[in-house]
C-alpha cells in the first residue's frame, strides 16, 4: 500500500519558473525522502528531512515538512529543461526507517 | 564514482522460467533494499538485509520470490515460475546506517512473456 500522495500528478512549466510539489501521508514518519527518476531510469535520491526538521535547502531545492498536517512540500527554483522528471516522496518510519514507503509521483515537464 | 550497479538491465523470459538478478551495493554500504516498481507507481518495497541478514522478507509478493546476501557483499533476487504479472522493473537500493537516504541502482527491467 502506498502511504504518501504527490499532489499534482503531474505539472507543467516553463523554463525559468519555479515548481512546487506536494506530498501528504498518513501514518507518523521519521523521516521524508524526496527522488527524482527520468523516464525508465532508477532514482535519485535528493533530500531527506528528519521529523524535527521544518525546512531544508539544498541548492535549487528546499523542501518543508509539517508533521500536524502530515505533509511536505518541494519547491525547485528557476526550473530547466533538465528538470523533467517524476519526482516522489517516501516516508520512512517504524524502527530503523529502513522501510521507504513511495507515493506515485509527480510528473513534471519543463518546456524550453 | 562506485554507485550501485544492477545486472542484467534488461531481461525477458517466458512464463515459468526462473530468473535471477544482481546488486552490487556501494561498497560500504552495509544496508541493501530490493523494490518493485510497476508502470505508473512508486516503488514497492520487498526486502531488506543489513549484512548478511535478511531482517525483513515478509514484504515478498510470493514464495515464488527470494532473496539471498551470502558474503553480506552482494545481492541476488530470485523469482521462480515467473508470471506475466511479474514484468515491472526491480530496484535495488543501499545505505550506510538504516534510515539513512538510499542510494538507487539503475534497475533490471523484467518482461515475462
Redesign the interface.
Known sequence: S?Q?EEDPQALSIQEGENATMNCSYKTSI??L?W?RQNS??????LI?IRSNEREKHSGRLRVTLDTSKKSSSLLITASRAADTASY?C?T?SGA??????????TKLSVIP | DTGVSQDPRHKITKRGQNVTFRCDPISEHNRLYWYRQTLGQGPEFLTYFQNEAQLEKSRLLSDRFSAERPKGSFSTLEIQRTEQGDSAMYLCASSFLAGDEQYFGPGTRLTVT
Open positions: 502506498q504518501g521519521n523521516n525522502q527522488y525508465g531510469r532508477g532514482l535519485v535520491h531527506l516522489f517516501a520512512g530503523g526507517s529502513y522501510q521507504l514507503t513511495f507515493g506515485k509521483g
